[in-house]
């Protein structure tokens, strides 16, 4: 099993999926991750309890990420500790990536927002995830090396709206996600129109 299972590569996943599809679409690809994920567990482990893990708002994260972005209000949902990691608790190879980061499960946080306006058919998506304490130059490399063990992924270094990011793209194609590291956290940004995309870049830290 490759460590780009873990829950977070599969919301960054679902989150660019849901800006290139729309909101129905989202619902679509959420209901089919969440599928695909249980399907190797046990009847034990019902659906509802990753869910009951997530909080309204950004948590922890509410300072450093943007309430609006291009007109669009973004809502987001967090969650912290153990927690992170929903009810399936942490694989293997969740646990390398934060034993290389020096980081314990307790030192955990997280937030995911999506906003939409249907009718102009445009969207963004902004997920931040940190690692309390972790060293920003490490950060950024062991997350751009768990992103590279998924042969089908190509990660490029790229300056956007003046920071610089790790775009993210399948198979050469363009890229569909920039993934932006300041001190302990990690943003992972998806959208369009690019200019959304720039504009939530810009509104970090």
Known sequence: MKRTTFLLLTLVALFLAACSSGQSDSSSAATAT??????PESEETPEPQSEATLEPGAGDLDAVLPDEVGGITI???SSSGAEVMGSEGMTPEAQEFFDRVGADVSDLSSAFGFGLDAEAGTGISIIAFRVAGADEGRLRDEFR????????????????AGKSVLALSTEGGDASGYVYVKGDIVFIVGGSPMSLVEEALSELP
């Open 34 to 39: 969440a599928e695909a994920t249980e399907a």
């Open 75 to 77: 809502e987001y949902e």
């Open 145 to 160: 090396s768990t992103i590279e063990d998924d042969e089908t992924q190509t990660v490029t270094e790229e300056q956007v």
